[in-house]
């Protein structure tokens, strides 16, 4: 059930799809209830942005245009975490985004895409966990794996992959 552009409908809950007709609006609607990323405006950098949760590149590419001003795949944001976020430095929490990213991610088959972007706690402990030492510097002389080729500079199958 999509929204004309710049209207709003209403689904069994009671939640607004709104697709809007330009950027500035959707930024108007977006950031309306300021930066939803910190919780203490402190530490929020001016200004603040709408910020896609799902990036408009991504969108773009699975022929998705029509949905790029959609406000349920936005979220207020100052300017610092946008920059991270979009720069993969420090994702949005998952907790900060807001649910109806998630229904847009869903309706689009696009949740696989909003759970790599942003795990939940619980995947990216496991993730933390899966990669916590599995890509040694052997070239270190680790001590724990005797007899590595650390003096050959090669890089091992405990490392970063085999050399053919």
């Not at 609006?25 to 203490?40: A, F, N, P, S, Y």
């Not at 590149?57 to 979220?75: E, M, P, S």
């Not at 990213?101 to 402990?125: S, V």
């Amino acid at each position: 059930m999509a929204a004309e552009s710049g209207t709003s409908e209403e689904d069994d809950e009671g939640d607004d799809r709104v697709i809007c007709g330009s950027p500035l609006e959707w930024k108007q609607r977006v950031t309306m209830h300021g930066c939803q990323i910190h919780d203490d405006p402190a530490e929020c950098e001016p200004p603040l942005q709408g910020a896609h949760v799902l990036p408009q590149q991504a969108l773009k590419r699975r022929g998705l245009h029509a949905h790029l001003w959609d406000t349920r795949n936005g979220v207020g944001s100052c300017y610092r975490a946008h920059r991270r976020s979009d720069g993969a430095l420090e994702r949005f929490p998952r907790e900060k985004i807001p649910p109806q990213a998630d229904e847009f991610a869903q309706e689009h088959g696009l949740g696989w895409m909003l759970d790599n972007l942003y795990p939940r706690k619980a995947e990216q402990a496991f993730r933390d966990t899966e990669t916590n030492g599995c890509c040694k510097d052997t070239r270190s002389g680790d001590t724990e794996n005797p007899g590595s080729e650390a003096d050959s500079g090669d890089i091992t199958a405990e490392g970063m992959g085999e050399r053919g």
